[in-house]
């Protein structure tokens, strides 16, 4: 929050966004907006859709980002769980269930909410590096 670049990044004012309408940035003012209201805690479908604009814009496909987002979900996730057998707060369905509930007998509120950063921290970047190199005009 101290750091000047990073909270002109959150307000979408980063001058590295080209077009301050682009979903990337739009993303990013709804997201300050939350964060100034100390309401992202109760918003995890924020991060759903950060991942989602991520597998869109890698993909090009909304359609195919919701898919392998339900297919996550619904499949690989639950699979994963049974394999491990062990700590899955890491999981993305396991740390955003718990920042939804305020925390939960398994997963701590603060941890949640590291995941969740970090989950948006990656997607963001990846979105803005996909979007930085593709050729928009295709």
């Keep these: 929050r101290d750091n000047p670049v990073v909270a002109a990044w959150l307000r979408g004012e980063a001058s590295t966004m080209s077009a301050q ?4 940035g739009l993303w990013c003012k709804e997201a300050a907006r939350l964060w100034t209201e ?7 479908e924020l991060v759903w859709g950060v991942i989602g604009l991520a597998i869109a814009y890698v993909t ?3 359609a195919l980002a919701i898919s392998i987002g339900v297919g996550y979900v619904l499949l690989v996730e639950p699979m994963i769980g049974q394999v491990l057998q ?15 509930q305020g ?11 590291a995941w969740a950063v970090l989950y948006v921290s990656v997607g963001l970047a990846v979105s803005a590096l996909v979007l930085q190199r593709r050729d928009v005009t295709d």
Excluded: C, E, I, Q
């Design 21 to 24: 309408n682009t979903v990337l």
């Design 38 to 44: 100390k309401d992202l805690t109760s918003n995890p």
């Design 60 to 62: 090009r496909s909304a």
């Design 86 to 100: 062990g700590d899955t707060s890491w999981l993305l369905g396991n740390a955003l269930t718990a920042l939804a």
């Design 103 to 113: 925390g939960s007998a398994t997963v701590a509120l603060g941890t949640a909410l």
